[in-house]
C-alpha cells in the first residue's frame, strides 16, 4: 500500500477531497492510502497561508486523523518575517510537525529557533537534468554512461548528500520525478523519499512572469512589492512539437506534466523506495 499525502492550499481543498481522490486512482490506481497532509508552499512566500487558514488547516487536518507537513519556500528577510509567524504558531500546536525546508539560510534558521521540528530536504536543493527541449533521448543514453548518468540521476542520489542530511538532522528528502529517468533500480537511501506528482518544476525564481502581467511598465518583470496572486487563477500553457511532454507556468515557476510511462516509473519507484507520494494536483493550477 503507498502512503500518499495531497498538498492543499487552503480549507476548501477538503470539500473537494472526492475528486482528489478519484484523480489520484486515475493517475496511480488503487493501492494507496492518505495518511497526511501538505500545506505551505515551496516557491513562493507571497502563496503562503494566512495565520487564520493555517490553524484551520491543522484543525481539520487533527479532525481526520491526518498527520500534517509544512512547505518552506526559499526567503528572503521579508519572507522570513512572514514565515516565522506560521512557525510560531506550527510550534506552539506542535512541536513535532515535519517541515520541509528548501534553502540552506531557512535549515539554520529553523534548526536554532524550532528544534523539534521533524525535518525534510525540500526538492528545490535537488538538482538534476528537465530540459524539455532534448532530442533523442534514447540515443543520448547510448552514447555513454556519463551522460546516461546525468539523465538519470540527482543530488539527492548522492551518498556524500544522504550522509551530510543525517548529519543536519534530515529524516526525509523530497524530490520529482525526473522527466528522462529510466527503470534502473537505484540505489536504496537510508532517508526516506518523498516523490511529488502529477509534475515536477523545471525552473523558479523570484521574477514572476504572472505577477509582472498587472505591474506598470517600468516594473515589469522585476521583483514585485505587492502580489494579488494571480497564480490562483490562471497559469500558462507552453506548447512546441520539440517538447516531448506537456510544460505550463504557475506563477514564478515552469512545470512539467508526468506522461504516462513516468507516472508507472513513480508507482515502481514508490514501491521499490518505500517512498511516500504527494499529489499537488490541487495546489498549483
Not at 499525502?5 to 477531497?17: A, I, P, S, W, Y
Not at 481522490?21 to 512566500?45: H, K, N, P, Q, V
Not at 556519463?146 to 523530497?174: C, H, I, P, W, Y
Amino acid at each position: 500500500m503507498i502512503n500518499v499525502g495531497v498538498h492543499l492550499r487552503d480549507t476548501k481543498g477538503f470539500l473537494q477531497l472526492d475528486k482528489i481522490y478519484e484523480d489520484i486512482r486515475g493517475l496511480i490506481g488503487s493501492s494507496w492510502e492518505l495518511s497526511r497532509i501538505y500545506t505551505g508552499d515551496e516557491f513562493c512566500a507571497n502563496r503562503l497561508p494566512s495565520l487564520t487558514e493555517l490553524n484551520k488547516v491543522c484543525e481539520l487536518a487533527e479532525d481526520r486523523n491526518l498527520e500534517l507537513t509544512f512547505l518552506i519556500p526559499y526567503l528572503t528577510d521579508w519572507g522570513q518575517e512572514t514565515c516565522s509567524r506560521l512557525l510560531d504558531a506550527l510550534y506552539k500546536k506542535n512541536p513535532s510537525t515535519e517541515v520541509v525546508v528548501n534553502d540552506w539560510g531557512t535549515l539554520v534558521y529553523v534548526q536554532n529557533k524550532y528544534p523539534s521540528f521533524k525535518l525534510a530536504l525540500g526538492r528545490l536543493l535537488n538538482k538534476g537534468f528537465k530540459d524539455p527541449r532534448l532530442q533523442n533521448v534514447d540515443d543520448v543514453f547510448l552514447l555513454s554512461e556519463e551522460l546516461a548518468e546525468l539523465l538519470n540521476t540527482g543530488t539527492f542520489d548522492s551518498v556524500e548528500l544522504q550522509n551530510s542530511a543525517k548529519v543536519f538532522g534530515f529524516s526525509r528528502m523530497e524530490r520529482d520525478l525526473f522527466p528522462y529517468e529510466k527503470h534502473d533500480q537505484k540505489a536504496v537511501s537510508e532517508i526516506k523519499i518523498s516523490y511529488y506528482f502529477p509534475f515536477g518544476y523545471i525552473t523558479t525564481g523570484r521574477v514572476c512572469l504572472l505577477s509582472s502581467l498587472e505591474a506598470p511598465k517600468n516594473r515589469k518583470f522585476t521583483i514585485q512589492d505587492r502580489c494579488t496572486q494571480p497564480c490562483n487563477k490562471l497559469h500558462l500553457r507552453m506548447k512546441s512539437k520539440e517538447i516531448p511532454f506537456e510544460i505550463f507556468q504557475g506563477g514564478n515557476t515552469v512545470f512539467y506534466l508526468y506522461t504516462k510511462p513516468m507516472l508507472e516509473l513513480l508507482v515502481t519507484r514508490a514501491e521499490l523506495d518505500k517512498a511516500r507520494l504527494v499529489y499537488q494536483g490541487q495546489a498549483i493550477p
